[in-house]
């Protein structure tokens, strides 16, 4: 199998954490990256809720750590720094 090229890293190791939905229903449908909700169902009191577009979605993270002897400094990541992988 070939990784993606955002998840080829020589300056940190990569994780692979998956979620499963466990049929999570919302109210409204769901844009969001990891619980996107688009499959409308109705229940028997005529209400409305959307289900999961998958059953499991996952998230890549690079970790990097620092040895005690380097300086240890914290900053946010900005927009140009977070890539978002898609499959």
Known sequence: ???????????AD??????????VAFTH???DLIF??????HDGLNNTFYLSDS???????A???RRPEERIGFHALT?????????
């Open 63 to 65: 970790q990097q750590v």
């Open 29 to 31: 449908p769901a844009e």
């Open 1 to 11: 199998m070939e990784l993606l090229p955002e998840m080829k890293r020589e300056d």
């Open 14 to 23: 990569v994780e692979l954490v998956f979620v499963k939905k466990n049929n």
């Open 36 to 41: 996107s909700a688009h499959f409308e169902g």
């Open 55 to 61: 059953s499991v979605s996952g998230v890549a993270c």
């Open 79 to 87: 927009p140009s720094q977070v890539s978002v992988l898609r499959h």
